[in-house]
């Protein structure tokens, strides 16, 4: 089983400019979450789509969006990039069994610089 | 509000010594506690989760809902036990997602030889 993966793995951007990240989840997953990590602020939650709704929202301004695909397939946008966009982007995917039990499954993150 | 709180940064420990990696929480419901693991170049991936009250590669935690804790306790740690761990919080609904994790800031786990 084919684990989540994200693209592309680094990304290089210059202020301003504006970026997109794609997340494809675990096959049968249609939970997708994205965080932010950064070594000031550790791991902020960004957002979380369900079924191409977007189900919960951290505390981010309007220039980080993201939407989910019907085959749960996910992109995070972030426009007018500044200096302290630059992180490790992460995306997971998950499930709920039946009996409540849970489990994300994170991909490897896409390293985003803005200089 | 929810909260996860990590108290140690760094935590170094001799290989066959005892570790136990503090994680305390804030949470107005009745969350989901899980303690996620890092090795160095490896994606974030869970160690264990309190629902499933089992252990993985020796490492127990248990939820104390009185002292709002979810400790990760170790009887006699490995080399290859160094990463970087988190604790996770969950506020689901328990409905069909898994919500918003809330994570501490970690703690850096040394194994010593």
């Known amino acids: 089983k084919a684990g989540v993966t994200q693209t592309p793995r680094y990304l290089i951007k210059t202020r301003g400019q504006q970026v997109t990240l794609s997340c494809s989840p675990i096959s049968g997953h249609r939970s997708v979450s994205w965080y932010q990590q950064t070594p000031g602020q550790g791991l902020q939650f960004l957002f979380e789509?369900?079924?191409?709704?977007?189900?919960n929202k951290g505390n981010f301004p309007g220039r980080f969006s993201g939407r989910q695909f019907s085959n749960s397939r996910s992109e995070m946008n972030v426009s007018t990039l500044e200096l302290g966009d630059s992180a490790l982007y992460l995306c997971?995917?998950?499930?709920?069994?039946?009996?409540?039990?849970?489990?994300?499954?994170f991909g490897q993150g896409t390293r985003l610089t803005v200089v | 509000a929810q909260r996860v709180t990590q108290p140690e940064k760094l935590l170094s420990v001799f290989k066959g010594a005892p570790v136990e990696l503090k994680c305390n929480y804030s949470y107005s419901g009745s969350p989901e506690l899980f303690w996620y693991v890092q090795y160095s170049r490896q994606r974030l991936q869970l160690l264990l989760r309190h629902i499933s009250r089992e252990s993985i590669k020796g490492f127990t935690a248990d939820l104390n809902k009185g002292e709002t804790s979810f400790h990760l306790k170790k009887p006699f740690a490995q080399e290859e036990d160094s990463a970087m761990y988190y604790c996770a919080l969950s506020g689901s609904d328990r409905g069909s997602t898994l919500g918003r994790l809330y994570f501490g800031r970690g703690t850096q786990l040394t194994v010593w030889p």
């Open positions: 789509y369900f079924s191409e709704t977007q189900r």
């Open positions: 997971a995917s998950s499930w709920r069994g039946r009996r409540g039990g849970t489990e994300a499954f």
